[in-house]
């Protein structure tokens, strides 16, 4: 802009003209602003709000019991388990689908590709159904598992597996086009001069992708914390056992204990928020770096 | 893809990851998808059709892809809006009002769930002033509607941004210079323009919609025949035992589903040329 201030003889009136073409008038601009602030408001910062003034409408003393009662810490440490397990589990998938799609040529790619998007495509109640059909007492192992006195269904390891299935895309689905658009020259030139394969992926690989990669473990971690639907149907509902956090909140507010519901629920809106705010740092950072 | 590259890669470890993602997505994803299908396909003609045509199941049906694809629609109005205002104007705290975009992403669906219930329920901030006008949310069609809308807004604004952002300003000046006022320039040449993503987004909301079942089920009431949506649907046939009927709804919509992925990806594809162009 400044260049072409200084270069150009009369530059006043192009500019002007070109502004007055890409630009809306100030009716138009400010009912659209208005329009778009108030949808907003309604859809997005009032449901909100409301959930932290529903958790407090008892004041903070009621707030803490509610979150400190044993059932709500049971449940709490329930979600943060599954999270331990299925989080890092798909971040390994997540780096190796990447690396093979990305670094190598070999026919049925994009098949893959469209693959490992799948679990996105499926409602997260079938999620919970399909592991019911495989582990459940009427399913395929299910014979075998009540013999051998393993409980998957109805236990904690189906919630794992019902977390890892829908968060399992979040990681791949990342990292795929950010190191497809890196290419491969950095690691060809690291292996010539003589790096082994795991050399050259922690120190050039691994560095080029950490923003992309943390990226995807803040999604696949706010999912898999608030996963409801496909972990209803595999869980059981037993109180302090097999109830995740969002099945506790469903517990409490189904017994019209509506403030102790949205107490517990306030923390997953933390939790939301926080991914918010993260999130937004790593697109600045990402955007800062390239 | 881009860059041409020998088959043969200098670079370690395509056996091992290619070996350790087939694994992983054959035991997570494929196999248990695939129970669903094989245990349907272990039904009967008759059976089949009485599980995914009765009235009941039927009455789910209209209620879920209605009430989609009215939240649909109403996401590729206002998306468009939020798309615009957020790409082309400024003002106080847009980088805020950006970033929340994404909160149906991040709040779990229960706590949107419930938090949209207290809000439209008659006594809420929002359903007491609904109330004296005569119009119920909570517990209708029109609630079931208001949280599909909620989960589907980030994906039409997701989609059209960077779109808009690449747009090139010298085609609305050659509009603007060619004689055409600013509407005109709009509808004949932004909007055909922005079309592909458009429908992308509207697709991507919609299917999202078709599947959605925790911030519904506490606005909807869950009245059989009424205001019960598919998921719910499955997950009461699942607490009755009756896996096979749970199953086969599963199967009409996990057909639906993938037809709307493949939908996507041929509308992703006809976008990026249409970009390219």
Request: net charge positive; aromatic share 12%.
């Amino acid at each position: 802009m400044d260049s072409a201030l200084a270069t150009s003889p009369n530059p006043r009136p192009t500019s002007a003209a070109s502004r007055r073409a890409t630009r809306d008038p100030a009716w138009a601009r400010w009912l659209l602003t208005t329009v778009a602030l108030v949808f907003l408001a309604c859809f997005l910062i009032l449901p909100l709000l409301v959930v932290f003034a529903q958790a407090f409408s008892k004041g903070g003393a009621f707030f803490l019991a509610a979150v400190r009662e044993p059932d709500a810490l049971a449940s709490i440490r329930l979600t943060l388990l599954t999270v331990a397990i299925a989080v890092p589990a798909n971040v390994v998938f997540g780096v190796a689908a990447a690396w093979a799609i990305t670094k190598f040529r070999f026919p049925g790619k994009s098949l893959l590709t469209t693959l490992i998007d799948l679990p996105f495509a499926v409602s997260p109640v079938i999620s919970g159904l399909i592991y019911v059909l495989v582990f459940g007492a009427q399913g395929w192992f299910g014979p075998w598992l009540i013999e051998h006195n393993i409980r998957i269904i109805f236990a904690v390891p189906g919630i794992i597996l019902a977390t890892t299935f829908v968060t399992f895309p979040f990681v791949a689905r990342e990292l795929i086009p950010l190191m497809q658009a890196q290419g491969t020259d950095e690691e060809y030139s690291a292996i010539t001069l003589g790096a082994s394969g795991w050399q050259t992926f922690w120190r050039v690989t691994l560095p080029n992708i950490r923003w992309g990669l943390l990226y995807g473990v803040i999604l696949c971690n706010a999912r898999a914390m608030g996963e409801f639907g496909a972990v209803s149907v595999v869980s059981g509902h037993i109180r302090g056992e097999t109830n995740t956090m969002p099945l506790h909140v469903e517990i409490l507010y189904n017994e019209y204990n509506i403030t102790g519901a949205f107490a517990v629920a306030s923390l997953l809106a933390l939790l939301a928020i926080a991914t918010l705010i993260l999130k937004s740092a790593v697109e600045w950072r990402q955007k800062g770096t390239t | 893809m881009a860059s041409p590259r020998n088959s043969r890669s200098i670079l370690p470890g395509f056996g091992l990851s290619l070996g350790f993602t087939l694994a992983y997505l054959g035991l997570i994803v494929l196999v248990p998808l695939s129970a669903a299908f094989l245990r349907t396909a272990g039904m009967s003609w008759h059976d089949f059709v009485g599980a995914v045509a009765a009235p009941r199941v039927v009455a789910a049906y209209r209620l879920t892809f209605g009430a989609s694809l009215a939240a649909g629609l109403v996401n590729m109005v206002f998306g468009l809006v939020v798309a615009w205002v957020l790409v082309r104007y400024s003002f106080p705290g847009k980088k805020i009002v950006d970033a929340l975009v994404d909160l149906p992403f991040a709040l779990p669906t229960a706590v949107a769930g419930i938090a949209l219930t207290s809000l439209y329920a008659p006594s809420g901030w929002v359903g007491r002033w609904l109330a004296p006008l005569g119009i119920q949310v909570a517990f209708t069609w029109t609630g079931v509607f208001i949280a599909l809308t909620f989960i589907g807004l980030p994906f039409v604004v997701r989609t059209l941004q960077p779109v808009l952002q690449e747009l090139e300003p010298e085609i609305e000046e050659a509009s603007s210079t060619l004689g055409a006022n600013r509407l005109q320039t709009v509808i004949r040449i932004i909007l055909p323009e922005l079309a592909p993503s458009l429908l992308t987004g509207f697709a991507l909301a919609f299917a999202r919609a078709l599947g959605e079942y925790g911030s519904v089920v506490f606005i909807s009431g869950n009245m059989p025949m009424k205001t019960e949506i598919v998921p719910l649907l499955i997950i009461t046939k699942l607490e009755q035992y009756d896996y096979q009927g749970a199953t086969a709804i599963a199967v009409v919509m996990l057909v639906s589903s993938f037809f709307l992925l493949l939908l996507i990806n041929l509308l992703q594809k006809w976008s990026r040329r249409y970009q390219a162009i």
